[in-house]
Each structure stands twice: as C-alpha cells, then as structure tokens.
C-alpha cells in the first residue's frame, strides 16, 4: 500500500530548536540572551545574576568561566586500499554514506573483464575492511551501488535497470544478508534511495516526486510549484530535505516532516536555492545560485537555512563561490569553495562556530590531501569520497556543544540557556533524565578544557 499526503504549507515546524545566527541551538532565545552576555562580557557579574535566577549550581558554573578554553579541531585520517583485481589492477572505492559509529558504504570499480558489472555496492564496518554487499537480482550490466547506512547496519541504494541502465530501482540491504527492492511508484520505472536514519525511515524519488518509505509504506511529498524533485537527505529526528524545480531557474530547497512542508528562499541578490545537507533541528546547508554571473558562468554562495532564514556563510579569502554540503548537530558545516579569477585552487572547508577552515589545514601533519566530502556524523566524523578517507577528531565530547573541539565557556553558556527550561536542548541534558539542571552542569564541567 502506498498513500501520497497531499498537506503542504510554507511554515516553521514548532518543534524545531531555535538558534541565533552562527552559534549553536538555543531552545528559550528570550531567557538566555542576558546571561550569555553576561558570561561572556563580564563572568563574575554573572554570578549575582544566576544566584538570583537559577540557584547554587549555575553560581559554580558562572565562576569556571575563569577558565575558558580555545582549541583547534585536529583531524586523524584512516585509509583503505582498493580491491586487487585477479590481472594486477585495483578497483578504487568511493564513500557514499556513513554512520554515527564510523561505518561507511558506496561502491567499488568492477574490475573488467573479469566481473560482469561496472559497479559494485560495498559497505565497512565500523574499524573493519570494506566488504562488496550482494548484487541485487535483475540489476542490468552497471551494477549497483550503496548511498546511506544507519546505526543498525541497514544499507540503502539503488540497482541499475535497462537494457542501458537508463533506470534506477532503490535497494535495501538487511544485516542478515537479504535483498530488498523498493518498487517503483505505479507509473514510474525509478525509485532511487538516498538516504536512510537510524528509525530505518528511508527516503528516495519516484515518480517525479520524492518519497518517505516508513515501516512499508511510501509516501510521496507533493511539489510546491509545477516540477517535479527527490528527498536527498533525512535527519535523526524525521526531517526530510527535498530539492524542487530546475537548478537553471527555479529550483527550491524545502524541509518536510509529517505533513508539512517548508520552502526555503536564496539569499537576496541569487535566483535559487539547493539543499544539500540537514541536522534533527531542521537546520539546511546549500547553496544559494544565480546561472550568469561570476567567471565560471554562475554565482554561487554558501548558505545556511536557520529559522528558515537564508544565511550567508563566510568564504575564505579570495573564494568567491562555493556550497555547503553536511551538518551535523552541534553546527558543525562542511562545504566546497571554487576557485576564482585569481586562480585559487578549489578545496573543501569546513564551519566551526561560525569560521571557515581549509580541511587539509586540520588534518594530522602528515596526512594525505582530501578530496571530495560527502558525509558528517553525530561525533564529528568526516567521509572523503576518493579512498574513501575517514576524518576522525582526534579529541571529541559530548559536553562540546558548538563542536569547536573545547569544552569552554561557550558550551556552558549553551547549556545555561536550556537551565530548567521545558523546551531544553536535547543535547545538553547528558543524562537523560528530562531536565537540564546540575547533574548535567556536573558532567560539563567534569570535561572542561584548559589549552
């Protein structure tokens, strides 16, 4: 059975956390606004105020404030060698997808003419060797490949179909070494699979249109104008980025979850918008393009969709257009910056905190260039496509909110906004028990940083 939901509207889901314009989520942005200040501008001012307001523990916080860190995010690199071909030749692999515990799938090179299939679907396991996953029944000559995996080890993509692989039918690859095919919409000879949570909650396009396959049944989201688009990502908490349209003219990055669909607009001065990436706060990076302008025949700039407001991320000297491509859920952003008429070379950037680094300049001293990122997990894990290359932190917390590789002052004014607030940040109730209050604020403070 398959339903299609036609309910859009151009809105704001409600439960979305609330953030201010480059810093992390803030659930209460009335409240905390003054004691951020104050930790910030004047931390023993603070005490008095948060001995009125919040009581003894938050007093304590307000005066480790005297310790505040800074950090540089450090990278480690892991690597894999391609597959021996039996006549000497070695068939690379490409990282498609990745989990939150570092396992990865994508695909490998057939290795001609000793295989029959141009592609391979393949999928490691966390601290394991890359393994070919099953080729499903009925794919034509190009074979198969992986794009997402989830915690539990469920593996999604899409076999090619046709006497010329001039079709996609998606793929569900089950732990216990099954294959599923997800059949087309009525009408449609696609069904691609994108993307995959940890709810196992599956999201693809068929039919011109994307869908959300969920415990069996597949809904389609319905467009916002006359073309036709596909869900490219979804997050842990259920929203679905889909992109609208043509890239050339009209094209529109929207949120959608449970019904409801939110459009999301370029920044001033640029013609479209593009999804690429989205965290559980329904927080979007993109692009936003113009075709026409700039040396390479568009503008493009980096954006990032907070609040449903279009935010133009910073860009580093000299680069003029560029993407963001992943977020995760303490902010951090990867991206893509191009080169200019000043002949930079393109290379791949990532946000913390609202700045923009080169990712070779926070690698490891040592490690080899990075290529192409394609994927950002819960604990600040990076997949480099070509390789592919894993991008470990070399330090990570939980209680480093705003992913900025320190547990400082900024991490503490995060969680003081959340103080006893019913409509707290998740994030910062470390031990689950409902409320951010001193348990939490204990556990904060038990991983500060001093550099």
């Not at 023993?44 to 404030?65: D, G």
């Not at 800074?70 to 498609?96: E, K, N, R």
């Not at 601290?127 to 997402?148: D, F, K, N, R, Y």
């Not at 989830?150 to 998606?170: E, I, L, T």
Request: aromatic share 8%.
């Amino acid at each position: 059975m398959r339903m299609i939901h036609q309910d859009w509207t151009h809105k704001s889901e409600r439960s979305a956390p609330t953030r201010g314009l480059l810093g992390a989520p803030r659930h209460a942005p009335r409240r905390p606004a003054r004691g951020r200040a104050l930790l910030r501008q004047a931390p023993w001012l603070a005490l008095r105020w948060m001995l009125l307001r919040h009581s003894l523990p938050a007093l304590i916080a307000a005066a480790a404030l005297a310790g505040a860190a800074s950090a540089q995010c450090q990278y480690a690199v892991t690597t894999w060698s391609g597959w021996q071909c039996a006549w000497g030749s070695t068939a690379g692999y490409t990282g498609t997808g990745l989990n939150d515990l570092a396992g990865w799938c994508g695909y490998r090179w057939g290795c001609y003419p000793e295989e029959p299939y141009d592609w391979y679907p393949a999928c490691c396991p966390p601290g394991g060797m890359p393994q070919v996953l099953p080729m499903p029944p009925g794919a034509s000559t190009g074979g198969a490949q992986a794009t997402a995996v989830n915690n539990a080890g469920v593996v999604v993509g899409f076999k090619y179909v046709g006497a010329s692989d001039q079709y996609q039918h998606g793929v569900i690859w089950w732990p216990d070494g099954s294959v599923e095919t997800i059949p087309p919409l009525g009408g449609s000879n696609n069904s691609r699979a994108n993307d995959i949570n940890n709810s196992g909650v599956i999201v693809g396009s068929s039919g011109g249109l994307p869908y959300v396959l969920k415990d069996g049944l597949m809904e389609s989201v319905p467009s916002p104008g006359p073309s036709g688009g596909s869900a490219l990502r979804i997050s842990s908490s259920g929203f679905v980025l889909c992109n609208f349209g043509s890239l050339s003219t009209d094209n529109r990055a929207c949120r959608w979850r449970d019904g409801g669909l939110t459009v999301l607009d370029p920044i001033d001065g640029q013609l479209v918008s593009i999804g690429y990436g989205i965290n559980s706060a329904g927080e979007v990076v993109g692009s936003s393009m113009t075709y026409g302008g700039g040396s390479q025949g568009y503008s493009q700039t980096p954006t990032l969709w907070r609040i449903d407001r279009a935010i133009e991320l910073p860009k580093p000297p000299g680069y003029i257009n560029g993407y963001a491509i992943s977020i995760n859920d303490v902010g951090v952003i990867t991206g893509r910056m191009f080169a200019t008429d000043s002949g930079l070379p393109q290379i791949y950037v990532l946000w913390i905190d609202g700045a923009v680094f080169p990712i070779n300049s926070l690698t490891v001293p040592g490690s080899p260039q990075i290529g192409p990122l394609t994927r950002l997990n819960a604990i600040g894990q990076i997949l480099a496509s070509g390789g592919p290359r894993l991008l470990t932190p070399t330090w990570w917390s939980p209680a480093d909110l705003n992913g900025d590789c320190a547990v400082d002052g900024n991490d503490l004014g995060m969680l003081l906004a959340s103080w006893g607030a019913p409509d707290f940040d998740p994030r910062c109730d470390f031990n689950g028990d409902g409320i951010v209050d001193g348990h939490d604020l204990g556990t904060l403070l038990g991983a500060w940083t001093v550099h």
